[in-house]
């Protein structure tokens, strides 16, 4: 008798050809938009950036060069010392390794679009939105930067930054590039009036005893791959709401009505909407995996660890079909499907990383998602498909089969009584 309602409702969803495209269409859609749009950022791909960036410098630099060479010569200082500071200011020209060796190298050059403006071009240069920055180099930069540093005199000079807020990733990457310069700067000069040598300061690969190991070396996973395993533990949740509707509608219809009065007892169809939603889950999982392998490469390491993991969730879809029947029955309303189909689905997905990995950003997170069913499958699919084997998932599918064990006890005292059911 419960293979008949299996029967029964198989066939309801195998004679409803529109929610079946749906239910398999739209994972396969999504995997393809997320995977292309997302993948760069996800696998450290290169990302398109275009900084366009005015650099404005006031005064010659050699000129202060000279200018403060000559100020030392004419100096009081010992003649080692003098000579010290002429052999450290030979290679001493901030402005020209920013403009030429950093923001103008060849690392940066499809990144950074270097223009030299003149200073009385400044006001049109910052009304002009295409900048995502502007650098201004104030005059006597160079001469009072080196006269602090070697004569202690004054205070170093001050470049300015305007900042485009409208490219937010253009000026954050100028202005991290500046810091960082800035760093390198003061460690260089330190260096240099301490007598330290350019060639003390690098390191010989060489000279390094040993060998570089890779600990806990697993496959990596593509972005495809990850929104294949993404979007299908998400979008099979949507089997429990449909499977949740479809008995509602019986209800409606009295057909459940007409199996009570067949003298089939109603625990026969409660098990038969488990069985039901846990069949269609598998077979859900099973096709849209199968689809991802053809369109996508998407491939199993260890296909009874894949096995293990797609029957755990699809026994939680079973839990979560009888349940929301249970309700649906208690309520005598659909409510209750379209809030799980509308709400709950879409807060499982983002908590379980479905969309992206969230865990990444918030251990909190990852915690909470681990305990949803799509998180918990999300997280043993990954595994696999780095290459650990079965151990790895056992805790995910143990907690997947305890959720629906506790869902099926919920739905099991909710679910109304003989003389309860209208």
């Given at each position: ?28 859609i ?9 993948g ?10 275009d ?69 009385r ?33 004054g205070?170093t ?28 700067l003061s ?18 690969p ?29 979008n ?58 053809v ?27 009888v349940?929301?029947?249970a ?34 950003l ?30 790895a ?30």
């Amino acid at each position: 008798m419960i293979w008949i309602i299996v029967k029964k409702q198989l066939l309801v969803f195998w004679r409803n050809p529109q929610q079946l495209l749906l239910l398999l269409g739209l994972p396969i859609i999504l995997i393809a938009i997320l995977g292309a749009s997302l993948g760069g950022l996800m696998e450290g791909g290169p990302v398109s950036i275009d900084a366009k960036v005015a650099f404005i410098e006031h005064g010659n630099e050699q000129t202060q060069i000279d200018q403060f060479l000559n100020e030392v010569e004419n100096s009081k200082l010992p003649k080692d010392a003098i000579t010290a500071i002429n052999n450290s200011t030979e290679k001493m020209t901030p402005i020209t390794i920013l403009k030429e060796d950093i923001l103008g190298s060849d690392e940066l050059k499809n990144i950074i679009d270097l223009e030299i403006i003149k200073p009385r071009e400044k006001a049109n240069v910052l009304n002009n939105k295409e900048y995502a920055a502007v650098i201004e180099v104030p005059e006597n930069f160079t001469y009072q930067t080196l006269k602090s540093i070697y004569l202690k005199k004054g205070t170093t000079g001050e470049i300015q930054v305007y900042k485009n807020e409208g490219n937010q990733l253009g000026s954050t990457i100028v202005t991290g590039i500046l810091q960082e310069y800035q760093e390198q700067l003061s460690f260089s000069t330190f260096a240099g009036k301490q007598g330290i040598t350019e060639e003390a300061l690098q390191v010989d690969p060489n000279a390094i005893i040993g060998e570089t190991v890779t600990i806990n070396q697993k496959n990596p996973v593509t972005a495809k791959n990850y929104y294949a395993v993404g979007m299908a533990v998400m979008n099979v949740l949507f089997i429990a709401s449909t499977i949740g509707s479809i008995a509602f509608l019986e209800k409606r219809r009295h057909v459940f009505n007409r199996v009570i009065l067949a003298d089939v007892s109603r625990w026969v169809y409660f098990i038969g909407i488990f069985i039901s939603g846990t069949i269609v889950g598998f077979f859900h999982l099973s096709i849209v995996y199968g689809v991802s392998w053809v369109l996508f490469g998407l491939s199993w390491p260890n296909p009874l660890g894949f096995f293990v993991v797609t029957l755990g969730l699809a026994v939680s879809v079973g839990g979560l079909s009888v349940l929301l029947t249970a309700i649906c029955f208690r309520l005598n309303s659909e409510m209750i499907t379209n809030f799980f189909g509308s709400i709950i689905v879409t807060v499982f997905a983002f908590l379980g990383g479905s969309f992206f990995p969230i865990g990444d950003l918030s251990k909190a997170i990852q915690v909470v998602g681990n305990y949803t069913p799509n998180g918990a499958a999300l997280t043993a699919y990954l595994a696999i498909l780095r290459g650990d084997g079965i151990s790895a998932v056992l805790d995910q599918f143990a907690f997947l089969i305890m959720f629906a064990a506790v869902l099926v006890t919920i739905a099991a005292i909710s679910f109304p009584k003989r003389g309860q059911i209208v």
